[in-house]
């Protein structure tokens, strides 16, 4: 009986916003050249996804951020 592929390890997440950002414009590059066999570019598109994912959560987590800012809740420090 033949055996499934084994499933690739998780990649570790990128540390920052644009390193992620990068990795999924060089993703997207290669994916769209063609030349990936099916099985890469089928895990290119699950790591592009998921990339997509992180990158939208950073994104949102920092116009929060804004937001509370923009509504002054934030008190400006006066020194003593």
């Known amino acids: 009986m033949p055996k499934a592929p084994a499933a690739p390890a998780p990649q ?42 992180l990158c939208r959560a950073r994104l949102e987590a920092v116009q929060e951020q804004i937001r509370v800012l923009d509504e002054g809740a934030l008190q400006p420090w006066n020194e003593p």
């Open 12 to 53: 570790p997440e990128p540390a920052t916003y644009e390193a992620a950002l990068q990795e999924l414009e060089q993703l997207v590059a290669r994916i769209e050249s063609g030349q990936l066999p099916l099985d890469q570019m089928l895990a290119g598109y699950q790591r592009g996804a998921a990339l997509l994912q």
